[in-house]
């Protein structure tokens, strides 16, 4: 068994836990026991499982593992301060705030010699499936990707960061991408953010990111892809998957620690998850420029 410890107490903190508790049977995830949680604020027991602090979490022979469940800006120092423990770490989307601190962050994790795993959920749900089949094999004329929401809290970053989910799909859909240009757009007094991201493919074809962000906005994802047979405007429906999407990422972690994924797929989703880092890094840059 390898000994957990969650750090972060929100929504995704107390699925983790309860994930743990009650991992899917016969899976990875069954190795995986909780053995606290780690938070700012001083908490009662949660799920039976109590309050533990970093430096005990740090030290312990019996925590193999750490599961960063914090606000984005601080997955970074939390990430790190667990590896140079030589602890385990699975990591709430992005990992950092930078392309460049996650690429030392991946270094010492190989360093290390323990898993450094960041979470993708928005890859496991069954609409991303859905449209992965949709697309498959069509040549891509242009499209857009244009997700809406309500105000973030203080603590999520850049939208090319907080919305990296999105921009995700669109390398997982469309290959390799670069930007060409990049636009925010804020209205403070209304908590109204709007970014508009271009982006191209390996050939050329052209795509638009936008994440619009407003109280009261409905969450949504719009889109628009043209291809050489037709025009996709909707997110074919798709029944409600059997297994969590937590889970699914959780028995996704526990098999890397088992050793049952390859050092392929392992390097081809590092790639992926620094190549998505690099674009976000570059669309800030030209937002702030």
């Not at 599961?67 to 800006?73: G, K, L």
């Not at 309500?150 to 939208?159: D, M, Q, S, T, Y």
């Not at 392992?266 to 674009?279: A, D, G």
Request: glycine share 8%; with cysteine; aromatic share 6%.
């Amino acid at each position: 068994m390898l000994g957990a410890v969650v750090v972060g107490i929100g929504t995704a903190g107390c699925v983790r836990i309860r994930d743990m508790l009650v991992p899917l049977r016969g899976s990875p995830a069954e190795k995986l026991a909780v053995k606290g949680f780690i938070s700012r604020r001083s908490l009662e027991p949660q799920q039976g499982v109590s309050q533990i602090s970093l430096e005990e979490a740090l030290s312990r022979d019996d925590v193999h593992v750490a599961f960063i469940c914090t606000e984005n800006m601080s997955h970074e120092d939390n990430v790190r301060v667990f590896l140079q423990a030589q602890k385990h770490v699975c990591v709430e989307y992005p990992m950092t705030m930078s392309y460049k601190a996650a690429v030392e962050l991946w270094d010492l994790a190989e360093e290390k010699g323990v898993i450094l795993h960041e979470e993708h959920i928005e890859l496991r749900s069954e609409e991303y499936k859905q449209l992965k089949r949709e697309v498959e094999g069509k040549t891509l004329q242009e499209g857009t990707l244009h997700f809406t929401g309500g105000a973030l809290k203080p603590g999520f970053g850049f939208p090319s960061f907080s919305g990296i989910a999105r921009l995700t799909w669109l390398v997982e859909l469309f290959g390799e991408l670069s930007v060409s240009a990049a636009t925010l757009e804020e209205d403070p007094a209304n908590s109204y953010s709007k970014m508009t991201a271009k982006l191209l493919t390996s050939d050329n074809r052209s795509l638009t990111w936008i994440e619009e962000r407003q109280p009261g906005l409905p969450r949504a994802k719009n889109i628009n892809f043209q291809f050489d047979s037709g025009t996709l405007t909707q997110i074919p429906p798709a029944p409600r998957g059997t297994v969590g999407l937590f889970m699914q990422d959780l028995i996704h972690f526990s098999a890397k620690l088992a050793g049952q994924v390859s050092p392929e797929e392992l390097q081809k989703e590092r790639v992926r998850v620094l190549h998505c880092l690099e674009l976000a890094g570059k669309i800030q840059e030209l937002c702030q420029g």
